[in-house]
Antibody
């Protein structure tokens, strides 16, 4: 059974760094072809892809936020991480992590429940 | 960046009605992927590789298309199909989503 769960600070202030953790089970990020991505969704709005990390530590970022994003993983503990620096109110959203690659196609086949993050002074 | 434009933005359909949602890409993509999202829930994979139904998706759904034009079709609308549907591509980085189509019951 594949599960993913996001965790984060809940609320933080502008200019701080947002640190998110995705803890997953039912698959391994050391398995060939496997990846985990981060996607966010402001309340009432659409989905925005942020970054992906792959089993071989290859990383892809959304260029619109690239300089602010860092994705990483801890394979032994089945976790993936995302850091976003210098946050502002526009970063307020629900953040999801999701699995990609099991079927060899670039789509997210399992999603976490999401974690709400509010940036406010 | 490949921009995905979904139409319509909102649509209301009666039970039993046929529904088609379109996703147009600003450049050609190899495959299109679709997700269903209901309020307060995470997106669910719905259609992958343009026309394959994800696990558990009723066969009244279908997907088709090529190049820059793709569609999701519901053969006979049911109340449980009311949701927002998003298309997604990753033929070119960055991965992009369409802005969503909200499907309501009439």
């Amino acid at each position: 059974q594949v599960t993913l769960k996001e965790s984060g600070p809940g609320i933080l202030q502008p200019s701080q760094t947002l640190s998110l953790t995705c803890t997953f089970s039912g698959f391994s990020l050391s398995t060939y072809g496997m990846g985990v991505g981060w996607i966010r969704q402001p309340s009432g709005k659409g989905l925005e892809w942020l970054a992906n990390i792959w089993w071989d530590d290859d990383k892809y970022y959304n260029p619109s936020l690239k300089n602010r994003l860092t994705i990483s993983k801890d394979t032994s503990n089945n976790q993936a991480f995302l850091k976003i620096t210098n946050v502002d109110t526009a970063d307020t959203a629900t953040y999801y992590c999701a699995r990609m690659g099991y079927y060899g196609s670039p789509y997210f086949d399992y999603w976490g429940q999401g974690v709400m993050v509010t940036v406010s002074s | 960046e490949i921009v995905l434009t979904q139409s319509p933005t909102t649509i209301a359909a009666s039970p039993g009605e046929k529904v088609t949602i379109t996703c147009r890409a600003s450049s050609s993509v190899s495959y299109m992927y679709w997700y269903q999202q209901k309020p307060g829930a995470s997106p669910k994979p719905w259609i992958y590789d343009t026309s394959k139904l994800a696990s558990g998706v009723p066969n009244r759904f279908s997907g088709s298309g090529s190049g820059t034009s793709y569609s999701l079709t519901i053969n006979t609308m049911e109340t449980e199909d009311a949701a927002t549907y998003y298309c997604q591509q990753w033929s070119s980085t960055p991965l992009t989503f369409g802005s969503g189509t909200k499907l309501e019951i009439k």
